[in-house]
């Protein structure tokens, strides 16, 4: 059973870091590129970040330069690090597991029940 559990949301200044964390299974870590999503209220859901098993990234162009996915194989773990945060970037942050093809990521049906991110003064 493939379960994806975010955590690190949390109310944040312009300007302001944080750090999300997705803590998940083995046998989806171990196999399948990784991606963080959000959705901001009355909006679709927006790839943010991904991840291929290689070490490849892609990013939105809304955050990059200021977001960071990365990895622990040891932990399990997702992380993003976002920095400089903007109150465009309020948003549920949802973690996904899927796959690599031809440099672009592919969802699949793996989602974590995501975590809130709020950025205001």
């Known amino acids: 059973q493939v379960q994806l559990v975010e955590s690190g949301g949390g109310l944040v200044q312009p300007g302001g870091s944080l750090r999300l964390s997705c803590a998940a299974s083995?046998?989806?870590?171990?196999?399948?590129?990784m991606a963080w999503y959000r959705q901001a209220p009355g909006q679709r859901r927006e790839l943010v970040a991904a991840?291929?098993?290689?070490?490849?990234?892609n990013y939105a162009d809304s955050v990059k330069d200021r977001f960071t996915v990365s990895r622990d194989t040891v932990k399990n773990t997702l992380y993003l690090q976002m920095n400089s945060l903007k109150p465009d970037d309020t948003a549920v942050y949802y973690c996904?597991?899927?796959?690599?093809?031809?440099?672009?990521?592919?969802?699949?049906?793996?989602w974590g029940k995501g975590t809130l991110v709020t950025v205001s003064s």
């Open positions: 083995g046998s989806v870590f171990s196999s399948n590129a």
């Open positions: 996904n597991a899927g796959i690599w093809v031809g440099g672009d990521y592919y969802d699949m049906d793996y």
């Open positions: 991840l291929s098993s290689g070490g490849d990234t």
